[in-house]
């Protein structure tokens, strides 16, 4: 991390009257949190009084933070990149997750394009109760003709609101497309060999008042800040960094967003404190002409080249991409590259949980199972959604195992007898069944001695998926039911 | 042409350029004539007081130069390094495989001396839970062991294998060690790769089952998997001294838990540098985020200098393939052939940028793409050439 910024520095600045407004119970508390980046500044009204206006500007400046966070496509529907603090998610959190943008070709038919666009628009893949989508749709200019251009751009605004990134060497076709973008764009962009004309025709743009983002690239990180230099004396401050991604040595790539981020964190360079843009579709058309290191496994050109694409995209993903171009739209090559984004920009600071207690799933009575799972998000939204489509009917127990999984809350102590007699209490699923039998997922069958001592209840260990529970129940509960009721006669 | 039309052109045009001619005489005098010097304008200096003026029109713009150098660390401390396996001219069966060795995090600082090490997962009895996308690359030697070994080597060229003994499981075959023993030497003889030698899980049978395995073993350097807190390290740890073997110390995401284990196997007399730490790989979807935070943490405070924890990193992939993302069959999540080796393809590849250094894998292709990356960490910058071009997928 920079230099860290104390809640007292913050303290400081702030109108110390504590009033309250802004929901805390203090100025301390407020800067506390402003610190954690959980409340912004505009939550603070006396801040906004002209009084305050310089001590705002010195917090705006002192909060901000060393990559500085870009957005761009519509008020109300916004790709945000950058933003971040730290170098790892442990120290803090990553802020704005990797925007993830599909290529639309303009040598396309119009109805491909509608159809592409429309794809990227509806895509989503559902995991742990949050819907997982694509960000934007980057329009390249492969026709190389300003018109065609202009074209594809229209039919993607007629048809979808995504936000778009206008991807053209050409000033002429950048131009032009400015001139009827509904949106703020992500221009792709300047390059050493068009910059003077690029930029020159942007600050003609820009006294118009036109909205755009500009992504400057180069493969050399000195000529990137270099041109980053050129484009803030020029007043255009929205920016994005491309390093080049090559596919022959991704690990080039890698490092040079590694650089770039150190540059900007630890070595305080605001000149490179930017977001990164990664290019992985790169990698794929790189496969697709036939360099395929995979050829072993697939012959197929177009899938090796999703797989290696998306092997290009995680890396970048652990790497500080904060935006990522791809051209696979295979759903299994999309899925691994958006759950690996929901990973790592999760919040360490909240584990992902559900409220612990009784959940009753289809409609449980007296003679139901009654089956205890953990509450980690992941496992709550999977055990669920499995026996959602099982018919599973059951008392469904969920522990507070501070959002671990079974077998790490197993391990780390928190999935325990102490904890379920806890449960069995709080919830009182005693009185809603006449039996004292619980199930345990496979995994937690370690501490099924040490759950029976502390509940009295009678432990049966279930299977190691849960969506291998309905057959599980179908097959064995009537007997595992009868056998505890003749026990209970003895 | 007449010589005299031929000079008179000449004083007309000052310069001509004869091509393809041939001339014969007995003298040829040329004269070059001297050219008066050109004059070189002088610009006069610009008086101080006087701007330039820019048009706001045309501005004029550049790339300015800008200092800036690679932001490289210096790390106090290293990784150590591990070998496997023992060279012929020491009397071992040929393949010597190390890990670790790391100076830096990263390969612009400093290029990585070992690369990564992947080693083929391969178990004592069919595994009937394997999915097919595996399944149908083994199928044909998930009966023998000792084929499944050769198999790995030959067709896929596995720099090291993992054998797990599961049927040594109570509840399974409940295996006695010596068997499990007999097939080590088995192996062992058919192919000249390092091994890593694992158990069935159960806390009580694996000590027993690693010991007798180490032995047959014996100056081979195995890796032992694993010593952890649940079971009689000191047992594994014991076999790994008098044997001549490796031990993996195996805990459960927590960075200081990895450092506890480390010291009590140390205390115990096990050297330092014979231990590879594996903190846990959760696979991806399933808290791959706290294997991230663990490991990286692991990593840097190994590189400040912490000698407990500057351990290599390894990582059991395989893990992945449990996800039910990668093994179930759901059409809606497109063609699991391609589904399951991308899962774990991703799960290993996280791992490897937070600093791993074996991994525990089973599906070929996912071993090939991760073997792949690991030899960009041990090239040096700007050795592989680069000729595509950034822009070739705007025009594509």
């Given amino acids: 991390m920079a230099k860290k910024i104390s809640a007292m520095d913050i303290y400081k600045l702030l109108p110390k009257i504590n009033c309250k407004k802004c929901g805390e119970s203090s100025c301390m508390a407020f800067a506390t949190k ?34 500085k966070e870009i957005w761009f496509g519509y008020e109300d529907k916004k790709v945000i990149l950058g933003g971040e603090e730290v170098m790892y998610r442990y120290e803090l959190t990553f802020f704005n997750p990797t925007a993830i943008g599909i290529d639309i ?35 390249r200019n492969a026709s190389d003709d300003p018109e065609r251009f202009v074209k594809a751009l229209k039919i993607i605004q007629e048809n979808t609101n995504m936000p778009v990134a206008l991807c053209s060497l050409n000033v002429e076709s950048i131009e032009k497309a400015l001139d ?52 803030l004396e020029h007043g255009i401050e929205d920016l994005i960094l491309d390093p080049h991604t090559t596919p022959e040595n991704i690990m080039e790539t890698l490092d040079k967003f ?27 058309f790189y496969v697709l002409k036939g360099n395929n290191p995979i050829k072993q496994f697939v012959e197929k050109l177009d899938k090796a080249a999703a797989i290696m694409e998306a092997r290009t995209a995680c890396a970048m993903l652990n790497r500080y991409a904060d935006g990522i171009i791809i051209h696979g739209t295979e759903v299994w090559e999309l899925m691994p590259i958006l759950t690996l984004r929901q990973a790592i920009y999760t919040d360490p600071r909240k584990p992902q949980t559900v409220e612990p207690g009784l959940y009753p799933i289809g409609n449980p009575d007296e003679n139901s199972p009654v089956i205890m799972t953990t509450n980690f998000s992941l496992t709550f939204y999977t055990v669920t959604g499995d026996f959602e ?12 195992t501070e959002g671990k999984a079974v077998d790490v809350a197993v391990a780390g102590g928190q999935y325990c007898g102490d904890n379920a007699k806890k449960l069995i209490e709080e919830t009182k699923i005693e009185e809603k069944v006449n039996h004292r039998i619980i199930i345990l997922p496979g995994l937690a069958a370690p501490v099924r001695g040490d759950i029976e001592e502390k509940t009295g209840w009678t432990c049966v260990v279930g299977t190691r998926d849960s969506s291998q529970v309905g057959e599980f129940l179908r097959k064995n509960w009537n007997k595992i039911l009868e056998e505890w009721k003749a026990k209970q006669e003895l | 042409m007449d010589i005299d039309e031929l000079l008179n052109l000449m004083k007309k045009v000052k310069k001509i350029k004869i091509d393809n001619i041939e001339i014969t005489a007995d003298e040829i005098i040329i004269n070059i004539p001297t050219l008066p010097p050109i004059p070189i304008p002088q610009t006069p200096p610009i008086r101080e007081g006087i701007k330039r003026i820019v048009s706001p029109v045309e501005p004029k713009i550049e790339i300015p130069e800008v200092d800036w150098s690679p932001p490289v660390e210096k790390y106090k401390g290293y990784i150590r390094e591990v070998q496997f396996g023992r060279p012929k001219s020491e009397g071992g069966r040929g393949k010597v495989i190390k890990i670790g060795g790391q100076r830096t995090l990263y390969r612009f600082e400093e290029v ?56 040594t499981d109570p509840k ?46 014996e100056g081979e350097k195995c890796l032992l998997a694993s010593a952890n807190l649940d079971l009689d390290y000191k047992k594994v740890a014991d076999a790994a001294m008098k044997y001549d073997h490796n031990v993996l110390s195996w805990t459960i995401m927590d960075p200081n838990m990895a450092k506890d284990l480390n010291r009590r196997l140390i205390s115990h007399g096990l050297d330092g540098n014979r231990i590879v730490m594996d903190p846990t790989t959760c696979s991806l979807g399933y808290g791959i985020e706290f294997s991230i935070n663990t490991m990286i943490r692991l990593r840097l405070a190994g590189l400040k200098g912490d000698e407990l924890v500057n351990m290599p990193m390894s990582s059991g992939t395989t893990n992945a393939i449990g996800a039910r993302e990668a093994w179930m069959v759901n059409p809606e999540w497109g063609d699991r052939r391609y589904r399951l080796p991308l899962w774990e393809i991703t799960t290993g590849l996280t791992m490897l940028l937070c ?27 700007e050795k592989i050439k680069v000729n595509t071009d950034n822009y070739e997928w705007i025009r594509a």
């Fill in chain 1, 389 to 400: 489509k099982d018919g599973v009917v059951c008392w469904l127990l969920v522990m507070d």
């Fill in chain 2, 355 to 381: 600093g791993v250094d074996i991994f525990m894998m089973l599906h070929p292709l996912s071993i090939a793409v991760i073997k792949e990356f690991g030899r960009l960490l041990v090239s040096k910058p």
């Fill in chain 1, 180 to 231: 009827i973008v509904r949106s703020k764009p992500m221009i792709y962009g300047a390059t050493e060999k068009n910059f003077s004309e690029m930029i020159k025709m942007l600050i003609s743009k820009k006294r118009d008042k036109k909205e755009f983002a500009l992504t400057l690239s180069s493969s050399n990180i000195k000529t990137l800040k270099g041109m980053v230099k050129a484009s």
């Fill in chain 1, 105 to 139: 070709s303009d040598s396309l038919p119009e109805e491909e394009i509608k159809k592409r666009a429309k794809f990227v628009e509806d895509f989503v893949f559902e995991r742990t109760g949050e819907k997982l989508k694509l960000d934007f749709i980057a329009l």
């Fill in chain 1, 258 to 284: 590694v650089m770039i981020r150190r540059s900007a964190i630890e070595r305080g360079d605001k000149l490179l404190g930017y977001p990164i843009l990664g290019l992985p579709i790169n990698t794929y």
């Fill in chain 2, 172 to 217: 399974l075959k409940n295996t006695p060690p010596k068997e499990s023993a007999k097939l080590m030497e088995d192996l062992l003889q058919a192919v000249d790769v390092p091994f890593v030698i694992g158990g069935s899980g159960d806390p009580k049978k694996d000590p027993l089952v690693l010991e007798a395995c180490a032995q047959v073993a």
């Fill in chain 1, 34 to 67: 402003l610190q954690e980046r959980k409340v912004t500044i505009d939550e603070c009204p006396i801040l906004k009084s002209p009084k305050f206006e310089k001590n705002r500007k010195k917090l705006e400046e002192l909060l901000s933070p060393p990559v």
């Fill in chain 2, 112 to 167: 990585q001396p070992n690369p990564p090490v992947v080693t083929f997962d391969i178990f004592d009895m069919p595994m009937p839970g394997l999915p097919k996308p595996v399944r149908e690359y083994f199928q044909d030697v998930m009966e023998d062991p000792v084929e499944w070994a050769k198999k790995c080597v030959k067709e896929f060229n596995a720099d090291m294998v993992t054998i797990h003994h599961i049927s």
